[in-house]
Every structure is written in structure tokens, then in C-alpha cells.
């Protein structure tokens, strides 16, 4: 079945710094990659999705380039903002399930 | 729409006693997910359902837990009896697309035994 490993957090960073959040996964055949992101007290909402390799998903600054060569979809942002901290989590699916990573914890302080 | 509807919000209940949360999930979406949220495990697939029917169960932590969803707008999870290690945020989610869609997710019930 499919799994995914992400980078441990917490990620703390500092308004306006560059933010990577790095997503490994292991999946038969060719998985769309989503990213999801939680905001306190919520559920996951999708925050950007890739469907085949090469393609970059991008949504409110973030984006992801999937890489089926190093099965790889990892997180960017060039300016993170304090309203970007949240729990960020890695989902590659091409089955019925659909399986998470662990989440990574991002905190941003102004 | 209005998007995955989970009730209750928030229960607190005394061990021993059942539980039974409800999710409504978005209309026209022919998969349902339930999902355990803690800090120790993460986010956890409990059970999914496409088409009404259970596919996989494997998730499910033991018997005291089972699910339902006996119609296209409406799925139960229910502990019976419920323990103080079953406190968690519960999720659930729908999807359109069988196999690679997105799945839009309800705010959570948290769920808190003591």
C-alpha cells in the first residue's frame, strides 16, 4: 500500500523566511500527491495537488513540484506569514485509501 | 453546499457508556472516510466506505468500534463501550472521485471519555 514519510517538526521560522517541508512516498503505479493543510480547532482542507510527474501544484504561495523520479513532492513557500502556521500533511493516492503522513507542525513568529 | 457536516462538535462522556458520531458528507460524493485524530498516532484511517458499502475495516482499533452507513447522506461511528483511550478527534471525509480525488473534510468531533 501506499505510504509517505514527512520531515519531523516543529518547523519555527520567522516571517518572510523560506519554508521547504520535505514529503517522501512510496506508491504502486502513479498517485496524484496532495498537500493538506489543518488549521487549529479544524479539519484538513486541501491546500495544492499534483496529478502526474513534473507538474506543480500551487495555491496561496505555496507550491510543489511532483517528482516521480525521487518520488518526492516536497513543500515551498518564499515568504511564509504568521497566518501560515499550521499543521501541514503529505497524501499520495491511487487506490481507494487515503493515507496520510505524519504532519509537520509549522510556526511562524512575527 | 455545505461541505461535511459531523455532529456532535464535542462530547464528553463517562467510560462505559456508547457513543455514536454522525457525519452527513457532501452530496453526490460516493466515498466516506472516518479518521482518529491524536498526538501520540497521528492521523488514522478507521474505516471507508464507497458507495455506501464498508471496503476496508482494517483500521478499526477492536471491536468496540463499528461504523454504518446505511444510506448516500449518512454514516454513523459508534463506540460501545466507550474507554478513556478513546479520546481523540474524529473525522470525517467524502470524495468525489473514486481512487484519486480530493476528500473535503468535516471540522471534527472531539471526543473526550472520562
Known sequence: ?110 | DAGVIQSPRHEVTEMGQEVTLRCKPISGHNSLFWYRQTMMRGLELLIYFNNNVPIDDSGMPEDRFSAKMPNASFSTLKIQPSEPRDSAVYFCASSLEWGAGEAFFGQGTRLTVV
Not at chain 1, 504502486?28 to 502526474?52: C, D, I, R
Request: net charge neutral; hydrophobic share 30%; aromatic share 12%.
Open chain 1, 1 to 110: 500500500g501506499n505510504s509517505v514519510t514527512q520531515m519531523e517538526g516543529p518547523v519555527t521560522l520567522s516571517e518572510e523566511a523560506f519554508l521547504t517541508i520535505n514529503c517522501t512516498y512510496t506508491a504502486t503505479g502513479y498517485p496524484s500527491l496532495f498537500w493538506y493543510v489543518q488549521y487549529p480547532g479544524e479539519g484538513l482542507q486541501l491546500l495544492l495537488k499534483a496529478t502526474k510527474a513534473d507538474d506543480k501544484g500551487s495555491n496561496k504561495g505555496f507550491e510543489a513540484t511532483y517528482r516521480k523520479e525521487t518520488t518526492s513532492f516536497h513543500l515551498e513557500k518564499g515568504s511564509v506569514q504568521v497566518s501560515d502556521s499550521a499543521v501541514y500533511f503529505c497524501a499520495p493516492r491511487n487506490t481507494d485509501k487515503l493515507i496520510f503522513g505524519t504532519g509537520t507542525r509549522l510556526q511562524v513568529f512575527p
